[in-house]
């Protein structure tokens, strides 16, 4: 496919989430964006689109054949897993370990409860087979790969029914021959079965988390190929004859077929756009270190952006029995970008504890029956409640006044639930309810930040989501961080990170040995292997390679830990003459982390990845939504910030004159959300609409 | 007392106790995360077998960090009301002190669980103590296990001492400490990972004091103790009263000396006292436990089965006594050895629960296939370097009502296994099989969970020493209401010959080049009467 001038670019946005399927329009030559916004569709989502697409391609006098890249994200993957209903999937692994997948790690995610359940595999044991073959941790062969065992187990299980095989077999990272001969007869002998090999879906050392890899992407790949497919015929049929682009966890796009290949990468998609869409703002207003944080109906979300980079993991967990809990879900070791996650959002229940204290969430009210001012029968206090009885909400305008709130039902149920019975005032108790979310947010971020070896207070704050503006001052301003951004657009702000970002592979080995006694001819012979791979995928996705970059990155660790940190290397060639530097890079970034370093102790490297990446877009947005009113102060209302009532001005966001500044407090109202800026606050609202706060 | 307790409810209504009781929390688990992360320590990092606690000027905990192992409820404050009776009373504590110890009796009851107390001040003035525990890397002696003969063959001991006096550090203690134990470097580092994570909890703690204008934690501290202790005796008064008695065998050596364990549980009121009289002596093997110990492994089922929710502090643990006569292998003293003290502590759920199913049979889980099982490695590879590898293996887990017990799960203590490959690439060895002994838990309504066969070969060309400890090769998890017992352990070596051999239960063997060891874990017990 021929390049074409970046300026000629349009490019669209889609996020499909539970309830909305967003949209952005970005016209590189005007620098405009456009958004839309429509209801998700069930249980064919591509219909939503669709209707989405037509819409503001019309509203716009648009046409979908001007769409030169669409980027794609969608929970389909994540909600496959969470509710089971991937294909029938069978297990084919070293005979003598079955039942790995099973056992686990042995460990439980809650000490103290008695009645823990654990996730079940999503391979049964009836489904999981043993083949007799060995491979031995140097990678060689001990006994070979049994063919007619291979070929039998097979013919077997597909007359069970069984749609996707899962191929994991014990130290395949080190040598895959027997993993990819299994694959072979597979697609020569049995093509209607998906498979997936373990030394192509995450090819590192651990067997447990990556069989559990393994076996979940083979159990999503069959429906994911489908709709995929579907949503290349439909948006062909609709016109569409540009580059379809899909977004996965680590922020970075991928194209159809390694979005088919590889489904579990889409697992956070969302989520990541979220993060990317802080970064695009980062760039616009030049800040390098941000928190992004991101609080909606039922969590709260939290994310490091550090030097204009998404923090990324390789630790992640899918379909958690308990949400909150670490460890009670089934691993996938992908990358992903690193965000915490708690039960505190708009939706969450405050309740007494058996000890008479208040708290709140993690239980929601989601948004049936929603928060008691929703007036759709629930009577629980939540967050939303609080927000409105302190005059932080406008019950004329959630939504832009699409949804009235009422007031009534939100103090009832706070009186009667937590007011009354603590013999404290509605006010009182909803500030407290406000103060403690914000405590427990700030609290998380903090313990994730310091996790990183990084001080918050050199980060600025990037809030988004229905209630992120809402309570973002307060947890800014107990982070101590000296800034807070509440973005333009944060109605679609996932989609909207969809468009910043690179499309980009990233290719794995383990390859264990101590710096000293590394075979530096062998390891460049890999890199050069990945990278070839990677410069391959990308060439395919339109990108030559004469615009690629590509970034090594070991995994480390001083030898006889457990845990590896992801590390950076200066370029791409390597040799003994790199340990210097690799040495010092490693001890950096462990003094970073960790405040202190090992010195005289061997360093060792895991797991080599090479991420080759594309262009990054320059984007130049300009202001594109025209409000109604014709001043930007809308009036004033009594809000109660802690000790009393405040005559507190309220502002509409979109009349906002760039450079005007004003002190808190106030209030900004916008459709989506309200910024709340109380007495420490400066706000600014800058070219692009974004609301600036200083913090002292 | 009572006029303390009305004017701290007054100082700190609902909600502000609330946030200032989270934030102490957070500010404890901030200090560990850093410790886990930074430990070298495989037993500290992957098991999360350290503690990080606040607490106030009497050595009452206030907030112990939440990831945590059960070994150490109770022992920090314990210890430091120690520190402060027998060793350095009030007046003497500086700024800039830091006090270490791995005395058993005093900290969590085996020599390489090292306790690090830092005092707190504010405005020159004592305010508090923070401390944390965790597993060193190495501690001298001979490897971990239960073959030591006695104490003295555990390593190094160290008695109550400044390891800072006044902010200088103690050269004669590091000295001593480094040239006393194998991978000095790990251990040097880990103990100075203690002390930061301590420095890192007091900043935290100035930042909330500042924020919130505190000049003390004292009316704070007795706030948080009132309630948790008011949640904890309000749970237990609902439980019927009554004495409780359970009689509960296990392996001891698993050759000639078994061990039985006889506990008397007693509820009155809104009080719990637990009494192990009738219990086996002191054993000749390394598995001998002391009373702090036994009392954090014995409050921990009682916390599970009352109140898991509840946070862990003084108040938590004021309604529980533990008593056992001196001498026996649950109150030990010196010079028995206490290395593999943790055999014995996974173990006391069993009589425990035994005894609590009689009283509130609802809320408890038959027997699990414990204690862990834990294998030492070490040895020479072909090349001449040498390896140390640890091996933990969990049992199936016991039926609960309304629940099947899950197959191979840790309890009470939390340890993850080390991966097939892991352990391949670091010890010459070849793993032949892990997988489930279908039918090895017990039936049931609720069965209990399957245990595990894992056998690995030698594969290299000299000899590995192992240590074993292991536990269920004699008895079985019981079942409870009608459920049936978990099958047996059975532990064995196959020669190169393809012939059975014995290998020590709990103990030191060598695996010969193309010798097998092969393992099968214990079921857990079913719970309820199987249907038809």
Known sequence: ??????????????????????????????????????????????????????????????????????????????????????????????????????????????????????????????????????????????????????????????????????????????????????????????????????????????????????????????????????????????????????????????????????????????????????????????????????????????????????????????????????????????????????????????????????????????????????????????????????????????????????????????????????????????????????????????????????????????????????????????????????????????????????????????????????????????????????????????????????????????????????????????????????????????????????????????????????????????????????????????????????????????????????????????????????????????????LVIELS | MSMKRKKSSLTFDAIELSILWSRLISLVDEAGTTLQRTAFSSVTRESADFAVVLMDTKGQSLAQSSVSVPSFLGVMPFLVKALIKDHFPLPTWKEGDVVITNDPWLCAGHKPDIGIVTPIFRKKKLIGFIGCIAHSPDIGGTLWGAGARDFYEEGLYLPPMKLFDGGVRNETIFLLISSNVRASRQTIGDILAQVAANDQGIRGLHRMMDENNLDTIDELGASIIQSSEKAMRDAIRKAPDGVYRSVYHADGDGIKEAIQFVCTLTIRGDEIEVDYDGTSPAHSLAINAVLNYVFAYTAYPIKCVFSPEVPNNEGSFRPIRVTAPEGCLLNAKKPSPLGARNVTGNLLHGPVMKALSQAVPDQVQADCGAAVWVMVLSGRRNDGSEYVEYLFLAGGYGGRKGLAGPPTLCYPTNVANVPIEVFEHDAPVLVTEKSLIKGSGGTGKYPGGDGQRFAYKNIGTLPIHISNVTEKINHQAYGLLGGSSGKKGNLYVRTAAGKKRFTPPKGHDYLQPGEELVMELPGGGGYGKPKG
């Open chain 1, 1 to 690: 496919m021929g390049e074409k001038n970046i300026i000629d670019c349009m490019k669209l946005g889609i996020d499909i989430g539970g309830t909305f399927t967003d949209l952005v329009l970005l016209e590189p030559r005007s620098g405009k964006l456009f958004f839309g916004k429509t209801l998700t569709t069930y249980p064919d989502p591509t219909r939503g689109i669709l209707n989405g697409l037509q819409e503001l391609m019309s509203l716009h006098g648009k046409s979908v054949a001007e769409v030169t890249t669409l980027i794609h994200g969608t929970t389909l993957v994540t909600n496959a897993i969470i509710e089971r209903k991937g294909a029938l999937t069978a297990l084919l692994t070293t005979s003598g370990f079955e039942d790995v997948l099973e056992i686990g790690r042995e460990m439980r995610y809650d000490i103290y409860d008695v009645f823990i359940r654990m996730p079940a595999p999503l391979v049964p044991a009836s489904l999981r087979f043993g083949i007799r073959e060995r491979v031995h941790a140097t990678g060689k062969v001990i006994q070979p790969l049994d063919e007619r065992e291979v070929v039998k187990t097979l013919r077997a299980l597909v007359n069970k029914g069984v749609r996707a095989v899962a191929v994991s077999l014990l130290h395949s990272y080190a040598n895959p021959a027997h993993e990819k001969r299994i694959g072979e007869i597979i697609r020569t002998q049995f093509p209607t079965l998906a498979y997936s090999l373990s030394s192509e879906i995450m090819p590192e050392i651990r067997e447990y988390e990556r069989t559990s890899a393994t076996a979940m992407n083979a159990y999503v790949q069959p429906l994911t190929s489908h709709y995929l497919s579907q949503l290349e015929t439909i948006l062909g049929d609709a016109g569409f004859k540009g580059q379809l682009h899909i977004m996965n966890s680590a922020g970075r796009l991928t194209t159809i077929q390694g979005a088919g290949k590889a489904p579990i990468q889409l697992l956070e998609s969302g989520p990541a756009g979220g993060t990317m869409a802080g970064i695009f703002f980062g760039e616009l207003l030049k800040k390098k270190n941000l928190v992004a944080f991101d609080m909606g109906g039922t969590t709260a979300k939290a994310s490091i952006i550090r030097n204009g980079q998404p923090e990324i993991t390789n630790h992640f967990e899918a379909a958690r029995e308990k949400r909150f809990k670490k460890g009670s879900g089934l691993p996938v070791r992908i990358p992903v970008i690193d965000m915490i996650e708690i039960g505190a959002g708009g939706g969450s229940i405050a309740h007494l504890n058996h000890l008479g204290l208040l708290t709140v969430g993690p239980e929601s009210a989601a948004s049936q029956p929603g928060p008691a001012c929703y007036n759709r029968g629930g009577d629980l206090p939540t967050v939303t409640d609080a927000d409105l009885v302190l005059g932080f909400l406008n019950e004329g305008y959630f939504l832009g006044g699409t949804m009235k709130l009422s007031r009534e039902k939100a103090r009832a149920a706070i009186k009667k639930h937590i007011a009354a019975p603590l013999g404290i005032s509605i006010e009182q108790a909803a500030w407290g309810i406000h103060r403690l979310v914000n405590e427990n947010m700030a609290n998380a971020a903090r313990v994730h930040i310091i996790e990183k070896g990084l001080d918050p207070r050199h980060f600025s704050m990037m809030a988004f989501g229905g209630a992120g503006p809402v309570h973002a001052y307060h947890v800014a301003r107990q982070l101590n961080a000296p800034q807070l951004i509440v973005p333009a657009g944060a109605g679609v702000l996932s989609a909207l990170g969809f468009l910043v970002s690179p499309i980009a592979t990233e290719e794995i080995t383990s390859y264990i040995s101590t710096l000293q006694q590394i075979n530096w001819t062998h390891l460049q012979k890999i890199l050069e292997s990945m990278t070839e791979k990677g410069r391959q995928f990308l060439a395919k996705a339109g990108v030559p390679s004469t615009r690629t970059k590509v970034k090594v990155v070991a995994d480390m660790r001083y030898a006889g830990q457990g845990h590896e940190i992801s590390v950076s290397l200066p370029g791409s060639k390597l040799s003994a003459a790199s340990i210097p530097a690799i040495t010092r890079s490693f001890r950096e970034e462990y003094r970073l982390r960790y405040g202190r370093d090992m010195e005289g102790i061997p360093i060792e490297a895991v797991t080599w990845r090479v991420l080759v990446s594309g262009p990054k877009t320059a984007l130049h947005p300009k202001q594109s939504v025209v409000g109604k009113h014709t001043l930007p102060l809308k009036g004033k209302r009594k809000v109660y910030w802690g000790k009393k009532y405040v005559f507190t001005p309220v502002y509409d966001r979109y009349l906002l004159k760039p450079g005007q500044r004003i002190k808190g407090p106030c209030i900004i109202e916008e459709f989506e959300s309200t910024t709340i800026i109380g007495e420490h606050g400066v706000v600014t609202s800058d070219q692009y609409n974004n």
